[in-house]
């Protein structure tokens, strides 16, 4: 299964209008400017997201994960290498621990950031299918990006599918590299697409 050139675009849109929600958000908490890019989407088996990211996330990557459930469910994640996750926690705090052991207060930094950046997204599809969507609470995780993938999915063997979103944080003159993955199963995954369809058609009636 691939997405269309309309489908890629479109989520594309979307997620960018999340981005622009979520950059405004952590500009006002960090007091610096933070801009996000225009992501690149794709869709892919699930088995084959880990080698999808940067070699520096598939081997040492900080991930924030977010179970959301409603009529669209799966889980969503803010996947980011060391070296970005440092530069955007170390706007908040003044520590310097090294990344395997960072201590309480930045590992709440950097699930409030993903918490920040996936609700702003998951909340536009929300708004796009017309439903609610429930969220947990953000889970932290230091790994590598496949056993990052596997802890988040496992025990739900109905997600099959990941929407990968490529793109990058412009903070401090500096580029910070990350992604956003939302795991589906074929369900959801069918619904989020007729939904971009009955959005295409809302758009072209306006």
Known sequence: MALTEYQADALAELVNI???????SLSQLTGYRISLEVPRVSLHPLSEIA??????AQTTATAVSQVFTGPVSGNALLILDEHSAS?????????TSEFEFWPE???????????????????????LLKVNVSFSVPLLHIA????ILQSTTVGRENLSHGLLMLTQFHVRD?????CLVII???????????????????????
Do not use: H
């Not at 999340?18 to 405004?24: D, I, K, L, Q, S």
């Not at 080698?51 to 520096?56: H, K, T, V, Y």
């Not at 500096?174 to 990350?178: A, E, F, I, T």
């Open 184 to 206: 589906l199963g074929v369900t959801s995954l069918d619904r989020l697409l007729q939904g971009l369809g009955d959005w295409e058609m809302r758009s072209i009636r306006n």
């Open 105 to 127: 207060d930045r590992r709440e930094v950097m699930s409030e950031i993903g918490n920040i950046v996936l609700g702003a997204c998951l909340g536009v599809f929300g708004n």
């Open 87 to 95: 530069i955007l926690v170390d706007l908040l705090t003044d520590d």
């Open 18 to 24: 999340g981005y622009a929600r979520a950059a405004g």
């Open 174 to 178: 500096q580029n910070v590299s990350g």
């Open 144 to 147: 590598d990006a496949q056993a």
């Open 51 to 56: 080698s999808m990211l940067s070699p520096a």
